[in-house]
C-alpha cells in the first residue's frame, strides 16, 4: 500500500477516532511531535485488551495520543508509566487524559531520557512496552523493554519503516539506521516471537517467549 492509496486510508480509518484523540492529536502536530495513526493506535488497543495490560511503559509521551490508545484497552485498575524529556509534551498529554475523564492514579508521567529511566523500573514487572521516543535509541530501548517484560508480554516499536527509508539503501543517516537495526534484532531474538504490522508508519510487534 502507498501513503496515499485508498486502501491504506480505508485501514488506517477503519476505527474513527472520537473528538479527545482528534483534538490531542492537533496538539501534538502543533508540537512537532508526530502521533501514532489511527492504524496503528487501534493496534495498540487492541494489544492492551487482549493482553489485559495492567502495567504499561511508554517510552515518549508526546500529547497523549497513543496513551489514550492504551488506557482505552487496559483494564480500569491498569497504570500507564509514560516517559518524556520534554515537560510541554507531558502537559499537553495530561490535558488529554482529562479530556478523556482519566483518573489521574492511571497514570505515571515521568520526566527524563528513557535510557536514564527504564534501568530503574522493575524487571518482568509489565505487561506490554511501547517505544515511540528518540529513534537513534530504539536498539537500546530494545534490551531495557524485554527486560521489562514479563514471560507473555509483549513490546512494540513505532516507525519501524520509517516512511519508506528502511528499504532503500541510499539512505543511512543515524535513525534510518536504528530502524533496521533494532528490526534485525528483534527478528534474530530467540526470546521473542515477532510480527512487523504495515499499519501507520510501521508498527514492530513482539511477545517474549513463556520460559
Sequence with gaps: MTPDSPLRDYVEHFLPEDDVLTAARSRGVDLGCAPIGSGGGSALRFLAAALQAKAVVEVGTGA??????????????????????????????????????????RTRLI????????????????????????????????????????????????????????VDPSNRDQDTTAMREVARSVREDDRLVPVLLPLSDGLLVAAKKQK
Excluded at 500507564?80 to 479530556?99: C, G, M, W, Y
Design 111 to 166: 520526566m527524563g531520557h528513557a535510557l536514564d529511566v527504564l534501568p530503574r523500573l522493575t524487571d518482568a514487572a509489565y505487561d506490554l512496552v511501547f517505544v515511540d521516543g528518540a529513534k537513534s535509541e530504539y536498539p537500546r530501548y530494545l534490551d531495557e523493554g524485554v527486560r521489562l517484560l514479563r514471560p507473555g508480554g509483549v513490546i512494540a516499536f513505532d516507525n519501524v519503516l520509517w516512511n519508506g527509508r528502511v
Design 64 to 105: 497523549g495520543v497513543s496513551g489514550l490508545y492504551l488506557l482505552g484497552g487496559m483494564p480500569v485498575a491498569g497504570v500507564l508509566t509514560s516517559i518524556d524529556v520534554e515537560p510541554e509534551h507531558q502537559r499537553a498529554a495530561r490535558k488529554a487524559f482529562a479530556e478523556a475523564k482519566i483518573q489521574v492514579s
